[in-house]
């Protein structure tokens, strides 16, 4: 209790705090892992009010790293408030060993470590605490890895497959079994299938991006014999048949038990929620083939590092550019006679920018035609009535009012980084308006938006994509 004498002013200082005690999660015991230095409230509040000075001078520091930047106001709010969403979404727990893990909740679902969702909070994660994406990493190999067998469509026989992840690590503070998620279930064609071909990706693109930027030697040749085993599964995942590859995916994991695999995308239509010889994918694929391509060329394993780079040049050449059609866009599903055009076919190469690579895609480079190619597919589609709404905001896919602001803002970055695409206030300010409907405005940051109003993917941490366009602007 505060009391003040009438007539008298006073300032008093309080720290809002919490401590929980003892183990907090099932299916593996762990606890928060600050209890191994505060273990009791009293001594949280103490800590918070000793060091409110110095707290009080990173909060400021962290908000002139947006007002100082050239990052418009309506910009400045959507990094924020993603970021703001991120680190509420998280947990940083330790197993009765001590062994630290590190969790996100995927928002309203509260899945823990969302595969799909780590490598968009990669870049975040990248440039404020590099460790978590290795902690992240490791756990996958070593607890939510699995290794299936392939089937081509039609084809009830199962041909070699390999290792690949799992889309989670459990729900609700509870971990999954060993090489089980809580999300995957087996003979669906849509939501809750399996996502084996892009967390298989998803692993590659964050362990080259974790590699490249910060050297970590050991643990590249700790993980080297994963890193090979990748490039396998990839491989087996086009076709059984080598003569018969074209770098895409093209086999479903017996996992699905006759049915197919999906995206990330799984609340859209076939246009992005199918993975097999879908655009989207496909050049997320090509990313992380270029990606192991530069780890065994760096590490004294040329044969493989040329077999990479061979699937990488199938991809591009013989299967994405191959279908540009006359009307200037690629197909959303190559080979299948769809004629969804969608804005995601360009995230993958936010992976290249990452990795400095954008030489790849230049003139004079070994995939100007790729580049060339998803250049003129963007600004073909780019175009009020196929993949922008009314009110100017982003479109992912021309045949589905679904959009989601994490990957629009993903793409918003590719395309002014590579494709120096001027910023577009409307845009932004139409993103910030669909966060700040009254509709939506309760569930915090929300992702999953229907034309402009939140459906699902509320209180999500995956926002903080927009963290990239601070290195737009400096």
Not at 109 to 136: C, K
Not at 253 to 282: K, M, P
Request: proline share 5%; with cysteine.
């Amino acid at each position: 209790m505060a009391v003040v004498p009438a007539g008298a002013k006073r300032t008093f200082r309080f720290a809002i705090c919490f401590h929980r005690d003892g183990v907090v999660t099932s299916g593996l015991p762990m606890r928060y892992f600050y209890t191994r230095y505060f273990p009791s409230i009293e001594t949280v509040a103490a800590y918070a009010l000793d060091r409110f000075e110095e707290q009080k001078r990173l909060a400021l520091d962290a908000d002139r790293l947006l007002t100082k930047s050239r990052l418009s106001p309506v910009q400045q709010f959507h990094v924020a408030h993603a970021a703001r969403s991120y680190i509420g979404s998280t947990e940083f727990l330790m197993t009765g060993e001590g062994e630290p893990f590190w969790a996100v909740n995927e928002g309203e679902y509260r899945m823990l470590n969302t595969f799909d969702l780590t490598v968009d909070h990669l870049y975040f994660e990248m440039d404020r605490n590099p460790w978590v994406v290795r902690n992240q990493l490791d756990w996958f190999v070593k607890r939510y890895s699995y290794r299936d067998e392939v089937r081509l469509p039609g084809d009830p026989k199962e041909y070699p497959g390999g290792l690949s992840f799992t889309h989670d690590m459990g729900i609700g503070n509870c971990l999954s079994r060993p090489g089980h998620s809580s999300y995957e279930k087996f003979g669906l064609t849509g939501c809750f299938s399996h996502m084996t071909h892009e967390q298989l990706v998803n692993w590659v693109c964050c362990a080259v991006t974790y590699v490249h930027a910060t050297g970590d030697d050991h643990w590249l040749q700790e993980k080297m014999p994963v890193f090979r085993q990748c490039l396998t599964s990839l491989l087996h995942r086009d076709h059984p048949d080598p003569r018969l590859r074209n770098g895409v995916m093209g086999a479903d994991s017996s996992r699905c038990l006759g049915g197919a695999e999906i995206t990330t995308y799984d609340s859209l239509d076939a246009s992005l929620g199918q993975a097999r010889n879908n655009l989207y994918l496909a050049v997320k694929t090509w990313a992380a083939t270029i990606g192991l391509q530069s780890i065994f060329a760096e590490n004294a394993l040329p044969t493989v590092a040329a077999t990479a780079g061979k699937q990488a040049s199938r991809c591009a050449a013989t299967t994405i550019c191959a279908h540009m059609t006359p009307q200037g866009y690629i197909p959303a599903v190559m080979g299948e006679g769809s004629t969804s055009r969608i804005i995601p076919a360009i995230e993958g190469l936010a992976f290249i920018l990452q990795w400095n690579r954008a030489d790849l895609l230049a003139a004079d480079g070994p995939f100007f035609a790729l580049g060339e190619a998803l250049e003129r597919h963007l600004h073909t589609i780019l175009v009020d009535g196929v993949c922008l709404f009314p009110d100017g905001g982003w479109k992912l896919s021309s045949t589905n009012d679904n959009s989601w602001l994490s990957k629009i803002y993903l793409c918003q970055h590719v395309a002014r980084s590579l494709f120096k695409l001027a910023p577009d206030p409307r845009a932004d300010a139409a993103h910030a308006g669909w966060l700040t409907d009254a509709d939506n405005a309760f569930f915090a940051w929300s992702d999953q938006m229907v034309c402009g109003k939140a459906k699902g993917s509320k209180y999500y941490p995956r926002g903080v994509t927009s963290w990239l366009w601070l290195r737009e602007v400096g």
